[in-house]
Nanobody
Framework: VQLVESGGGLVQAGGSLRLSCAAS????????MGWFRQAPGKEREFVAA????????YYSDSVKGRFTISRDNAKNTVYLQMNSLKPEDTAVYYC??????????????????WGQGTQVTVSS
């Protein structure tokens, strides 16, 4: 499975960005998918995830109410709509998936396939 993120960039605090993650290769439409982020000098952290059917979504407390994860299985694409961005949201954002992934746990070790990451920078 290959994952390619896009949509990152520089935005002012309070602004919005929409990240996309396109999957190709082995069909991943029945696997849970997630977004993680890693800021300089910090460990990779869970941001959001959803089940393959999109019937359940999960968010970290730091983004709940501001970010929305969704997916279009017909396009093998997952999205992360980010609103009300804060400087502390600055990080490289990664999408991930895999047959062992469980959306509700937020454990990166469960995800076998990762994208290359896209930089999100929020200025104050």
């Amino acid at each position: 499975v290959q994952l390619v993120e896009s949509g990152g960039g520089l935005v002012q605090a309070g602004g919005s960005l929409r990240l996309s993650c396109a999957a190709s290769g082995r069909t991943a439409s029945r696997d849970d998918m997630g977004w993680f982020r890693q800021a300089p000098g910090k460990e990779r952290e869970f941001v959001a995830a959803l089940t393959w059917s999109s019937d359940s979504t999960y968010y970290s407390d730091s983004v709940k109410g501001r970010f929305t994860i969704s997916r279009d299985n017909a396009k093998n694409t997952v999205y992360l709509q980010m609103n009300s961005l804060k400087p502390e949201d600055t990080a490289v954002y990664y999408c991930a998936t895999g047959p062992r992934a469980v959306a509700g746990t937020g454990f990166p070790d469960e995800y076998d396939y990762w994208g290359q990451g896209t930089q999100v920078t929020v200025s104050s």
